[in-house]
T-cell receptor
Framework: SQQGEEDPQALSIQEGENATMNCSYKTSINNLQWYRQNSGRGLVHLILIRSNEREKHSGRLRVTLDTSKKSSSLLITASRAADTASYFCATDTKGGSEKLVFGKGTKVTVNP | GAVVSQHPSRVICKSGTSVKIECRSLDFQATTMFWYRQFPKQSLMLMATSNEGSKATYEQGVEKDKFLINHASLTLSTLTVTSAHPEDSSFYIC?????????????FGDGTRLSIL
């Protein structure tokens, strides 16, 4: 089963609004990463948050991590049409196999 | 920044054809590369971990004789889909980490859209 599960599956907003998406996972992790994928393209790394961190910022991105709830959120502030993409969380497994497991993603559409 | 180049971007071929996909790290050395498969509107599924100079590690359910992986240099890994059939049609993506560790940020190629007729 998927380690990471994003919520919602799809999100449609207007330019300038904020977009929030969540990721839940099942096992203990070392790190959690967020990636963006434009349609038909590869993934682009956005941000990595370690298990001992609670919040991290990068430009208009804000990521939180709650290890007690096994969940993370990605907030995109002041969204732009260029932010239209699918967003995936990826987790490793503490003490587990050496691979990242990706969630199903949230498809974000930012309308101009 | 680190760049991973993947070729070809799109392949359309007849059933029974073997197809080779290349994944190159352009400005860094990658001892490990990862191959993923992605179905429409779904997540990435790891197929195998490609290790330079040694055999690839395949995920459960992935046929190693069907999906041949060669990682002969520190900058190139290839995935060959042998005797491809329509059910092999998918989006294949490779990745590598500049830092060399699987848990570090991955740099992805732009993917290969494989369509088997």
């Amino acid at each position: 089963s998927q380690q990471g599960e994003e919520d919602p599956q799809a999100l449609s907003i207007q330019e300038g609004e904020n977009a929030t998406m969540n990721c839940s996972y099942k096992t203990s992790i070392n790190n959690l990463q967020w990636y963006r994928q434009n349609s038909g393209r590869g993934l682009v790394h956005l941000i990595l948050i370690r298990s001992n961190e609670r919040e991290k910022h990068s430009g208009r991105l804000r990521v939180t991590l709650d290890t007690s709830k096994k969940s993370s959120s990605l907030l995109i502030t002041a969204s732009r049409a260029a932010d239209t993409a699918s967003y995936f969380c990826a987790t490793d497994t503490k003490g587990g196999s050496e691979k990242l497991v990706f969630g199903k993603g949230t498809k974000v559409t930012v309308n101009p | 920044g680190a760049v991973v180049s993947q070729h070809p971007s799109r392949v359309i071929c007849k059933s029974g054809t073997s197809v080779k996909i290349e994944c190159r790290s352009l400005d860094f050395q990658a001892t490990t590369m990862f191959w993923y498969r992605q179905f429409p509107k779904q997540s990435l599924m790891l197929m195998a971990t490609s290790n330079e100079g040694s055999k690839a590690t395949y995920e459960q359910g992935v046929e190693k004789d069907k999906f041949l992986i060669n990682h002969a240099s520190l900058t190139l890994s290839t995935l060959t889909v042998t005797s491809a059939h329509p059910e092999d049609s998918s989006f294949y993506i490779c990745s590598a980490s500049e830092q060399g560790a699987w848990y570090q940020p991955q740099h992805f190629g732009d993917g290969t859209r494989l369509s088997i007729l």
